[in-house]
């Protein structure tokens, strides 16, 4: 009998903090959600068009070759505000229509604020995407924008580290090495002057220029 008291009190108390356990994941995740809810709201009553991320946090350090086989490192474009985007030359629709819509927000700009916001290519298919390659490629979309890339390692880190992917795939109607494209993701960075990654914009909502070209211009005159 004492056996079977035993056994019933353990049950109580393995029950017990089950349910412990549960209230405590459950305030968590209630914890979480409210945070991302109140940074949402944050984000939206600035009237941001982009996905604002608020708060802001620091842009992961790059260290590029850009296509004119120069060093370039994110702590180097430091005062402007850059728009960074990843992709390839090949890229038969997505990338040439990112560039050109970014084209469309820089000449939006006023002419002074322009010389205050950089694009920055990001290449993920440094095997075909030499600095000559980019050359060609990204000054045709507007000559201040920079075109970069480094080795296929040093690329998927920086993928990562911005939340993107990309992945290479074979075309089939063709055997020869070289013979593949890129499927990957068709986000923009906005990143501040002070090198803090602050919004975020989706491949859709590159096609509202003037939106796109407002928010940076709250990001320029912020502090004024």
Not at 156 to 177: C, S, V, W
Not at 213 to 223: F, G, R, T, W
């Amino acid at each position: 009998m004492a056996a079977v008291q035993e056994r019933a009190d353990v049950n109580k108390t393995g029950e017990g903090s089950r349910i412990r356990w549960f209230l405590r994941i459950s305030v968590i995740v209630l914890i979480i959600a409210a945070t991302l809810i109140l940074g949402w709201r944050k984000g939206h009553q600035r009237g941001f068009y982009g996905h604002r991320i608020w708060p802001s946090k620091a842009a992961c350090e790059f260290e590029l070759t850009d296509h004119n086989g120069k060093p370039l490192r994110l702590s180097d474009l430091r005062g402007k505000v850059v728009l960074m985007c990843f992709g390839f030359t090949h890229c038969p629709n997505i990338c040439p229509t990112t560039l050109a819509s970014l084209n469309n927000v820089h000449q939006l700009l006023p002419a002074d604020d322009r010389k205050k916001v950089q694009v920055v290519f990001i290449s993920v298919d440094p095997k075909r995407d030499t600095p000559a390659q980019l050359k060609q490629y990204v000054p045709f979309f507007n000559s201040t924008f920079l075109g970069a890339t480094t080795s296929e390692e040093q690329v998927k880190k920086i993928a990562r580290d911005y939340g993107a992917f990309f992945e290479y795939e074979p075309q089939l109607t063709n055997d020869t090495k070289d013979n593949y494209t890129v499927t990957h993701s068709a986000y923009v960075y906005l990143i501040d002057s002070a090198g803090q990654f602050s919004v975020l914009y989706d491949y859709e909502q590159l096609s509202d220029a003037a939106r796109i070209a407002e928010d940076i211009e709250k990001i320029l005159h912020q502090d004024s």
